[in-house]
C-alpha cells in the first residue's frame, strides 16, 4: 500500500485515505458477505479464492458507484427494490439452509448439491461452488449495492473527477485489506476448531442473521 500511495500525487493522498477509511466503516459490519468469509476461512476451505472474489466484487461496486450511479444520482426506487427482495429471497434460502443443518446436523452434513462432508462434518466446496458463493453474497446483498456503490460513489463526488478516482482506489484498497485481515483471522482460528458442537451452534447463529436480515429487508419495502 505503501507503494501506491508513493505514485499518488501528494494533494489527492488525502482523498485515497479518505476512501480507505470509509470502507472500511462500511464494511466493518457483520453482514451476510462477513458471515461467508467467516465461514469459509473456518472452515479452511478455499479462503483465499473467496477474499479475491469477494475483493474483486466490491472494486466492481466501487467503481460502479464512483463512475457510475454517484453521477445519476444513485439507484431508481423500482431498481432497488427490485434488488432489496432478490436479496431478501436469496438471504432466506440461505438461512433454511442453515437452519435445516442446526435442526439435523446428521442429515444435512451435505449442502442442496450433494457433496460429501469433510472432516469437520461440513460441506465440501468446489472452486466453482466457492466463487459462485462469494459472487451470491456479494451482489445479491442489497447492503453491500447501497453501502459501496451508493454511498462511496456520493461521497466520491465531494473529490472531483480525478480525485473521486483516487476516492474510489482508497476504498477498493480498504475493502481488500478487510477481506484478508478477516479471512486470515478465521483461518488460523479454524485450526483451533474441531468440535462438532460449535459447528452446530454456528449453523444456528447464520440462519438467525441471515432471516433477520431478510425481515429487515423486507420491512424496508413496505
Given at each position: ?33 462477513n ?66 443443518r ?10 442442496l ?6 472432516h ?39 473529490y ?16 481488500l ?12 482460528l ?26 429487515w ?6
Amino acid at each position: 500500500m505503501l507503494s501506491l500511495s508513493l505514485a499518488i500525487p501528494a494533494g489527492l493522498t488525502g482523498a485515497y485515505g479518505a476512501g480507505i477509511a470509509l470502507s472500511l466503516a462500511t464494511i466493518m459490519a457483520l453482514g451476510p458477505q462477513n458471515v461467508h468469509v467467516m465461514r469459509m476461512g473456518l472452515m479452511r476451505q478455499h479462503v483465499g479464492l473467496t477474499i479475491l472474489t469477494c475483493a474483486l466484487a466490491d472494486v466492481v461496486l466501487i467503481a460502479t458507484g464512483v463512475l457510475g450511479l454517484a453521477h445519476l444520482g444513485g439507484l431508481s426506487d423500482k431498481l432497488q427494490g427490485a434488488m432489496v427482495g432478490a436479496g431478501a429471497l436469496f438471504l432466506l434460502v440461505y438461512g433454511w439452509q442453515a437452519a435445516q443443518r442446526f435442526i439435523r446436523p446428521a442429515k444435512h452434513t451435505t449442502a442442496l448439491t450433494g457433496d460429501t462432508p469433510n472432516h469437520s462434518g461440513q460441506q465440501v466446496f468446489t472452486r466453482k461452488q466457492a466463487v459462485l458463493a462469494a459472487l451470491a453474497f456479494s451482489f445479491l446483498n442489497p447492503h453491500a449495492w447501497l453501502d459501496t456503490a451508493v454511498i462511496i460513489g456520493t461521497a466520491s463526488l465531494a473529490y472531483g473527477q480525478t480525485g473521486g478516482v483516487v476516492f474510489g482506489a482508497g476504498a477498493a484498497t480498504g475493502s481488500l485489506i478487510w477481506f484478508c485481515g478477516l479471512g486470515l483471522a478465521v483461518y488460523m482460528l479454524g485450526r483451533r476448531i474441531g468440535n462438532a458442537n460449535i459447528w452446530h451452534w454456528l449453523d444456528g447463529l447464520v440462519a438467525l442473521m441471515m432471516w433477520g436480515t431478510a425481515a429487515w429487508l423486507l420491512g424496508s419495502l413496505l
